[in-house]
């Protein structure tokens, strides 16, 4: 997973421009290996107590594998900046 693409980003709140247009990051498939470009609303964010819980999750768009990888502090802070659905867990 790499950074936000798309749109220039605009002013927003301090420390965290807003984005102008839409967003999309890189991703690839561990089971096809396909890489592509997902929007936003394709990825799912869970935030969970510990590092095991945190992961962030979407469908292939090549093979339609379920996809679950482990999100640290940075692919956190990337996708929620760029509008991706978060559901925090307890």
Do not use: H, N, W
């Not at 749109?7 to 592509?36: E, I, L, T």
């Amino acid at each position: 997973m790499s950074g936000p693409r798309g749109g220039q980003a605009a002013a927003g709140p301090p420390g965290r421009p807003a984005a102008a247009g839409p967003v999309s990051f890189k991703a690839a498939c561990p089971d096809c290996r396909a890489r592509f470009e997902l929007d936003a609303a394709a990825l799912r964010l869970v935030i969970g107590g510990s590092r095991r819980t945190t992961f962030y999750s979407f469908t292939c768009p090549e093979c339609a594998a379920a996809v679950r990888k482990p999100a640290g502090e940075r692919i956190v802070e990337l996708l929620t900046g760029g509008g991706v659905s978060t559901l925090r867990s307890v």
